[in-house]
Nanobody, 123 residues
Framework: QVQPVESGGGSVQAGGSLRLSCRAS??????MGWFRQGPGKEREGVAA??????YYADSVKGRFTISQDYAKNTVYLQMNSLKPEDTAMYYC????????????????????WGQGTQVTVSS
C-alpha cells in the first residue's frame, strides 16, 4: 500500500480557497480521511469518503468538499470560504484494512498517515 503524501497547503486570506491533494492507494472500499491539528489542539476529523459517501465535521459542512480520483490515486479536499480558525496542519489518513468507516472522525480508524501539509488563514 502507498503511504499517503499530502500537498497543496499554503497561506491564504480569510474567504479564500485551497485544494489539498493526497496521493495514496485509492479504492472505493478504503476509508480515506482528512484530519487537522491546530496549535495546542487535538487532532480532529474534518472529512472522509467511503463507498461513495462523504462525511464532514459540522465546522466545515458547506465549505469543504472531499473527492477522489481513482485514475490518479488521489484524494482531494477542496476548502472554500476559509476562516482563520481553519489554520492547522492537515493530514491525510487511509484505512487499507477495509474495516469500514463508521468511526471516520477518530484517528484509530486509520492505519496509514501522511506527514501533513500546513494551512494558514489570515484575517
Amino acid at each position: 500500500q502507498v503511504q499517503p503524501v499530502e500537498s497543496g497547503g499554503g497561506s491564504v486570506q480569510a474567504g479564500g480557497s485551497l485544494r489539498l491533494s493526497c496521493r495514496a492507494s485509492v479504492r472505493t472500499s478504503y476509508c480515506m480521511g482528512w484530519f487537522r491539528q491546530g496549535p495546542g489542539k487535538e487532532r480532529e476529523g474534518v472529512a472522509a469518503i467511503y463507498l461513495g459517501g462523504e462525511y464532514y465535521a459540522d465546522s466545515v459542512k458547506g465549505r469543504f468538499t472531499i473527492s477522489q480520483d481513482y485514475a490518479k490515486n488521489t484524494v482531494y479536499l477542496q476548502m472554500n470560504s476559509l476562516k482563520p480558525e481553519d489554520t492547522a496542519m492537515y493530514y491525510c489518513a487511509a484505512d487499507y484494512a477495509g474495516s469500514g468507516c463508521r468511526r471516520w472522525a477518530e484517528p484509530p480508524q486509520y492505519n496509514y498517515w501522511g506527514q501533513g501539509t500546513q494551512v494558514t488563514v489570515s484575517s
